[in-house]
C-alpha cells in the first residue's frame, strides 16, 4: 500500500476521555499535515512536520492537543479531556520536497464522535 | 477571516453538461491554487491545479480558468459524469512560506444527474 494510511478510522468516545490517533505517512514523504474537516467545510490545518520536527502549530490547536512524530516516520495526535466541540474528521497528509513538494497526499482520515 | 470563498454550496447538473465552480481569494502572496476532490469516507484528492502565470490550465474533462486581477478562479467539468458526484474544494497557498499549508474553501456538493 503507497498511500497514506490512518487509524483508526472511526472513534466514539465519551467528553473527558483521551483519545489518540495515528498516521502512517507514504514512506519516502519528510512533511506531514493534520487536518481538521467538519461537517459542509473544508480541511482546516492543525499542525506540520518535517521530518520529527514540529514547525508549526495552528490556534485551533488548543494545549488539550498534541501530536507527535518520533523519528521522522509516523505520527499520532492525542486529543485530551474530549469535548462535544472537538467531533470532525482529522485528516493527516504527506508530501515530499523536490519537484512534486506541492502535492499534498490525504489518508481517509479518523472520524471522532464526542458523546 | 475566510481567506477563500468558494461557491455555489451545492449544484446539480444533468450527465453531459458542464459543471462550473467559483472561488474568490484575497491573500495576494497565493501563488498555487489546487483543486480537491472528496468522496464520501475518503479523504480529499488532488484533482489539478494551477499557478497564476497561467490563465488555463486544462486536464482531460477538467479546466482551471484563473484571473489574477481579480483573484478569482474556477473549476470546469466538461460532459459531467454521474461518476464526477463528489464534493470540491479549491484551496490555496502561499509557497513563499515556510509549510506549504493550503488553504481551502468550504466546498462544494456536485450531483450528476444520469
Known amino acids: 500500500d503507497t498511500g497514506v494510511s490512518q487509524d483508526p478510522r472511526h472513534k466514539i468516545t465519551k467528553r473527558g476521555q483521551n483519545v489518540t490517533f495515528r498516521c502512517d505517512p507514504i514512506?519516502?514523504?519528510?512533511?506531514l499535515y493534520w487536518y481538521r474537516q467538519t461537517l459542509g467545510q473544508g480541511p482546516e490545518f492543525l499542525t506540520y512536520f518535517q521530518n520529527e520536527a514540529q514547525l508549526e502549530k495552528s490556534r485551533l490547536l488548543s494545549d488539550r492537543f498534541s501530536a507527535e512524530r518520533p523519528k521522522g516516520s509516523f505520527s499520532t495526535l492525542e486529543i485530551q479531556r474530549t469535548e462535544q466541540g472537538d467531533s470532525a474528521m482529522y485528516l493527516c497528509?504527506?508530501?515530499?520536497?523536490?519537484?512534486?513538494?506541492?502535492?499534498?497526499?490525504f489518508g481517509s482520515g479518523t472520524q471522532l464522535s464526542v458523546l | 477571516q475566510q481567506q477563500v470563498k468558494q461557491s455555489p454550496q451545492s449544484l446539480i447538473v444533468q450527465k453531459g453538461g458542464i459543471s462550473i465552480i467559483n472561488c474568490a481569494y484575497e491573500?495576494?502572496?497565493?501563488?498555487?491554487f489546487p483543486w480537491y476532490q472528496q468522496f464520501p469516507g475518503k479523504g480529499p484528492a488532488l484533482l489539478i491545479a494551477?499557478?497564476?502565470?497561467?490563465s488555463e490550465k486544462k486536464e482531460g474533462r477538467f479546466t482551471i480558468s484563473f484571473n489574477k486581477s481579480a483573484k478569482q478562479f474556477s473549476l470546469h467539468i466538461m460532459d459531467s459524469q454521474p461518476g464526477d458526484s463528489a464534493t470540491y474544494f479549491c484551496a490555496a497557498r502561499n509557497s513563499g512560506g515556510s509549510n506549504y499549508k493550503l488553504t481551502f474553501g468550504k466546498g462544494t456538493l456536485l450531483t450528476v444527474n444520469p
Open positions: 497528509a504527506s508530501s515530499s520536497t523536490g519537484a512534486t513538494n506541492e502535492k499534498l497526499f
Open positions: 494551477i499557478r497564476p502565470d497561467v
Open positions: 491573500n495576494t502572496a497565493f501563488d498555487y
Open positions: 514512506s519516502e514523504h519528510n512533511r
